[in-house]
Structure formats: structure tokens, C-alpha cells
């Protein structure tokens, strides 16, 4: 009988042992289907940011408000020497993005100055183009693309842009037109204050 009991004692405890391993390999076969190890090595830099403006004359501008010398434009609409509604007036300026990482948005704007000498600012505007880029309209704000998703050189990323400003014809303001006229006459240029914006351009 004794020995009966230890048999049957003897098995169950087999039994347990088994269902023990059996219960730990279900979990941890069941856990491995979800998790996984392993080990990666990343590096992600932040994009360089390399941006110079020069005037025509080799002077370095920046994104602040710069004095910006136009030249009034030939028209045999108007006398030589003088300025008038639908006259323009240009300047040209260097864009150097050479080892910039990032497409740029360019963006000029005239900034405020004296109504006495110049046409009054919602009557002159001005607009910017970029030469060589793939959609050179001529526009308040010019989308400047990487090439083949590269860095600009200085082959690619040198960039010359002409600003022009356009006056409108405006009656009610004539007595500061006339008088802006008559600053211009002989030198045929305009100096205004310009603010430069060079930014990245977000793809949205």
C-alpha cells in the first residue's frame, strides 16, 4: 500500500514537473513572437546653413534692412534724366549659397522711408528673379531648389538676382511724384531701404 502511494506520489510529481516545462516554453515561445532585439547605429546632422548676399559692388549685405542703389531704367516715354509713373528702376545683387544643405525661399521688401522723396509705398513695388533657377518668374518671393538633392557649389549656387522696382501712376500723390522726379534728375538712380530675406523653404 505504501509503496502504492509513493508510485502514485512519484507520478504526480513527474506530471507537475512536465506541466511546469511545458507551461514556461508556451510563454516564452508566445513572448519572442513579440518582442525583438537588436542593435542599430544612426547619425542624422543638422543641414548646413551658408548664405552671403553682395551688393552689385561687392558689398556683403545681410537678411536686415539694406540701402539699395537702383538704376532707373531708359524709357522714350519719359525724358532723360527723369523718372515718372511706369518707369523702372533695377539693381543687381549676388545670392551665394554655396554648401547650403536646404532649398531656399528669397523674398524682398521695401522697408519703411520718407513719402517726400520717394512715391508713395503702395504705389511702388518691387519684385526679384533668380537667374537659373528651374521656374524663373519674376515675383515678390523666388523658390530656390537643390540640385539632385545635393549641397550647392559655388558652380550651382551662385546666384545673380535683379530686384526692380515699378511705379504706378497714382493722382492723388502727384506733388511727391513731381518732387521724386525732380530728386532723380541727372544721377538716375534711387536709393531705398530694402529688407532681405533668405529662409528654408518648407515643403508643405
Known sequence: MAKNERKTRTKRAIFVVIALLLVAYLISSTYARYSTVGNANGKVDIAKWAVVMKAD????????????????????????????PAVTAKAEIELDLTGTEVSVDFTPTISAYTPSTLPSADKITLTSAVEGTKDNKVGSSNYIPLVDNKA?????GKKKVTLTLT???DDKNNANDTAT????????????PVTLTVQQHINT
Open 57 to 84: 559692388d561687392g558689398t556683403t549685405l545681410n537678411s536686415t534692412t539694406q540701402d539699395i542703389t537702383f538704376k532707373v531704367q531708359s524709357n522714350t516715354e519719359v525724358v532723360p534724366g527723369k523718372i515718372a
Open 152 to 156: 550647392f557649389t559655388a558652380e550651382n
Open 167 to 169: 511705379w504706378a501712376n
Open 181 to 192: 522726379g525732380m530728386l532723380a534728375d541727372g544721377s538716375r538712380t534711387i536709393t531705398i
